[in-house]
């Protein structure tokens, strides 16, 4: 048997091993779902499957490049480069590239992000003369989008009454227009936004059965992670794509399902077995990831919830810690409960930064964790706000690259055509727009063609325009020779960008220009990469896909051990040692905007039941008592979630007044990081080598010949007492045995230092470091 099949428990090795038909595993969070289909790829290809035919779709690009990794390990690099692993959105957008012209497409179309996409929705919406107050972009937009991932074509909206009721009914009757408009301007600027990537998908699949044909071959074997947050249009793309061979195999857990508000359905992982003949069931039940813990306490979440599929959830992992559940008074106090609890924790255990995650239920709440984590010099990373390729000094320089591709691209000429200034105002651009919707041409076009038609437009600006084209042209030219990076550089330098971002000398003007740069590294990086894959082919069109695609939870950067910071919706599928739920609060968490059906307070359950089980080792749940929301600061009372944990599991702290510990509250250091206050030279340096007269408070001592751990900070202080000088022998939890080398500080703040018998010396906290000290 292969060696790494023994890494598997029997019931995930059944499915591992299942190569051909269709088959579903529904288990809970932490069995093994993941494993069990990386492992299953790397078996199909052992048992001769081509690697060009295996299909795996992920939830996140950085899940299916550590899938990638892994299954290399297995079966080798050059093997495992041929599968097609990746988001939905990734993989067809491949494959529209090389397809998408059946539709009328051209190769290098445009992907348009969000940000792309709203902007030109919000333009739409102005020339229409619409009120902006009634007609909001981000609500339109949402809306459209809604259509799209429910296959609602235009053509279909308008021969739906009551859609164009229900938009009626909403004060939005002429949405129907906007989303007419918005489609002809986006397919005629040669662009797909990120719903039409799963939309034109199912649409080429339906209308092109040879093409169609040509991917049910190709795609043999199809495996799908988190099967359980597939939208309807995700659902029929699989449906086709498994239709000839129905080697499919889904993966998925129905308590993990949380983008209902995305249009995800649940009913796809529940009817799986009605789709397909002779689906093969498999269910894990044993848990790798959380302690017992934290296993119990998700189970216990979970069982409230009336729509689920009965499953058994067990794990042989230690006991490990309760659930900890702590008050705070604001949210303030809440983020120094967060930053002290790390910094502790780190210290006491020896953890990295990355070994924590904060999950909050909305982006508003990382605030007040990273003004707390920013004071005790705590690096961390907000994953989900604006990404690295969405910052405008970025935009600005792929809309350039972009229009060298595709001059079509609305989105990316409107953005580069003044920028940096060159004399082209806004009334301008507005007549060219309104020529090129006229004459049905683009932008581009109309400029081009500038001399032989009659616009009101002054020679002065006219010949800036033929500069602007003269520009781009010459970087076509360019594109034709030189790769990706040589280009994105000259374009910096030549457009001007690099010249207009040095003017501004601010802190903020230099970090755009660092973003830039970063740019560049990161175009380098990607050339280089291809250049060793012998396949430099179109680099600059591939790297803006990948651009285009990218969230932040792909990109890599920076200091990689760093507190991850997320809403509870992003990390799905990821894992922590040691995780804080915060702002477990009612109206929150539930969201009030959830509380009305008892589907939305079950999606919300669900969330808790997502973000508990991230955790390994210890989840931390925090609540305030009020909070700052919309300005204003509110009462907030504790979510019903943390009363549905059986008590057996969690551990309610006493509230934070009675915690108050000068150590911990950050107050007391003022400015000074504590990690600084850490490895400053303590003032009590020379401590007596012998018997020493200081007496850490803290500190218990155990019964003579027995090892007894030290109590923790709430001892009572009676029993507080220390014999403990330098010389004592002492057995840590995680270190083992060591002697003490050095006393240091007072009452709270005594630390030892510690030689242990395997090598290491390390400083500890007495007061958290639960010592067992040996007498003989
Ligand atoms: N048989 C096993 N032996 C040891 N570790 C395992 C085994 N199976 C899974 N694991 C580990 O347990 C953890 C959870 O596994 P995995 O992420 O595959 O679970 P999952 O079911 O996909 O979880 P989720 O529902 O959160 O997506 C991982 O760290 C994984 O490496
Ligand atoms: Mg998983």
């Known amino acids: 048997m292969e060696k790494y099949l023994s890494q598997l428990n029997d019931a995930q090795l059944a499915p591992t091993i299942q190569v051909d038909g269709p088959m579903i595993i529904i288990a809970g969070a932490g069995s093994g779902k993941t494993r069990v289909l990386t492992y299953r790829i790397a078996y199909l290809m052992s048992k001769g499957v081509d690697s060009f035919n295996i299909l795996a779709l992920t939830f996140t690009n950085k899940a299916a490049k550590e899938m990638k990794g892994r299954i290399a390990d297995i079966v080798g690099d050059s ?133 169609l044909a040509q991917y049910q071959n190709k795609f043999r074997y199809i495996l799908v992670d988190e099967y359980q947050d597939t939208n309807h249009s995700q659902y029929l793309i699989v449906r086709a794509l498994a239709d000839r061979f129905q080697n499919i195999c889904v993966v998925g857990d129905d308590a993990q399902s949380i983008y209902a508000f995305r249009g995800a359905n649940i009913n796809n992982i529940l009817n799986f077995q009605k789709d397909y003949d002779d689906v093969k069931m498999y269910r ?144 301008t651009v507005d007549r060219l727009i309104v020529e090129a919707n006229a004459s049905n041409k683009t932008i581009y076009d109309v400029i081009k063609t500038i001399d032989s038609i009659s616009i009101n437009i002054n020679n002065g600006t006219k010949n800036k325009l033929r500069d602007f084209v003269t520009l781009i042209e010459s970087y076509k030219v360019m594109n034709q020779t030189a790769n990706a990076f040589d280009l994105a550089e000259h374009v910096t330098k030549t457009s001007g960008l690099i010249r207009e971002l040095g003017k501004d000398g601010t802190p903020e003007g230099i970090t755009k220009l660092d973003n830039v740069q970063e740019l560049l590294n990161g175009i380098k990086d990607f050339v280089e990469g291809q250049l060793e894959l012998a396949d430099a082919g179109d680099s600059l069109a591939e790297f803006l896909e990948d651009v285009a695609l990218a969230t932040d939870l792909d990109a890599d950067k920076g200091d990689p051990d760093h507190v991850a910071l997320m809403t509870i919706h992003l990390a799905k599928g990821l894992e922590f040692g040691h995780v804080f739920i915060v702002g477990m609060e009612e109206d929150l968490f539930p969201s009030g905007m959830s509380m009305n059906t008892r589907s939305e307070l079950e999606e919300e359950r669900r969330l808790f039941y997502v973000a508990l089980t991230r955790a390994e080792k210890q989840a931390y749940l925090t609540y305030t008592l009020s909070r700052y929301r919309w300005g204003k600061l509110i009462d907030a009372e504790p979510s019903r979630f943390i009363e549905e944990i059986d008590d057996e599991f969690v551990n309610i702290t006493t509230p934070l007044k009675e915690r108050f510990n000068p150590m911990l509250d950050a107050s007391i250091f003022g400015d000074i990081a504590p990690n600084k206050v850490r490895f400053a030279k303590p003032k009590t340096a020379k401590m007596p080598k012998k018997k020493t007269k200081s007496k850490p408070e803290n500190f218990e001592i155990s019964a003579p010949k027995k090892m007894v751990p030290v109590s923790e900070a709430e001892s009572d202080s009676d029993t507080l007492n220390t014999k403990l000088e330098v010389g004592s022998k002492v057995n840590h939890q995680r270190f083992g045995r060591g002697e003490v080398i050095k006393l240091e500080g007072k009452g709270a703040d005594a630390k030892a230092e510690i030689k242990f018998q395997k090598g290491d010396t390390k400083k500890l906290l007495l007061r958290f470091a639960k010592l067992q000290i040996m007498r003989e």
């Open 284 to 427: 894990l039940e044993q848990n790798y990831r959380s302690t017992k813990n934290i296993v119990g306490a998700a189970n216990s979440v979970i069982e409230h919830n009336k729509t689920k599929l009965d499953k058994i959830v067990w794990t042989a992992n230690d006991i490990g810690e309760k659930v900890i559940v702590h008050r705070a008074m604001t949210d303030g106090d809440e983020g120094r409960f967060v930053a002290s609890t790390i910094w502790e924790t780190k210290m006491n255990h020896q953890l990295q930064n990355s070994d924590f995650a904060v999950l909050y239920r909305t982006n508003a709440q990382s605030r007040a964790i990273e003004d707390a984590l920013r004071k005790r010099d705590i690096a961390y990373r907000i994953y989900g706000g604006l990404s690295f390729y969405q910052r405008k000094e970025i935009k600005d320089v792929t809309a350039y690259l972009r229009l060298i591709l595709n001059q079509a691209d609305e989105e990316a000429l409107k953005r580069v055509i003044n920028y940096p200034a060159r004399g082209i105002g806004q009334t």
């Open 79 to 211: 093997e495992a480069k041929n599968l097609w692993m990746g988001t939905f959105h990734s993989v067809f957008a491949k494959i529209l590239r090389f397809e998408g012209h059946h539709l009328g497409y051209p190769s290098n179309f445009t992907i348009y992000d969000t940000q792309d996409s709203q902007k030109l929705m919000g333009s739409i919406i102005k020339e229409m003369g619409l009120d902006k107050d009634i007609y909001k972009t981000k609500q339109v937009y949402s809306r459209i989008s809604s259509y799209k991932n429910s296959l609602i074509t235009v053509k279909a909206y308008f021969k739906n009454p009551e859609l164009m009721e229900a938009d009626a009914m909403a004060r939005r009757p002429r949405i129907g227009e906007i989303y007419k408009e918005y489609v002809d301007r986006c397919f005629k600027a040669g662009a797909m936004d990120f719903d039409d990537l799963l939309l034109r998908t199912n649409e080429l699949l339906t209308r092109f059965p040879n093409v």
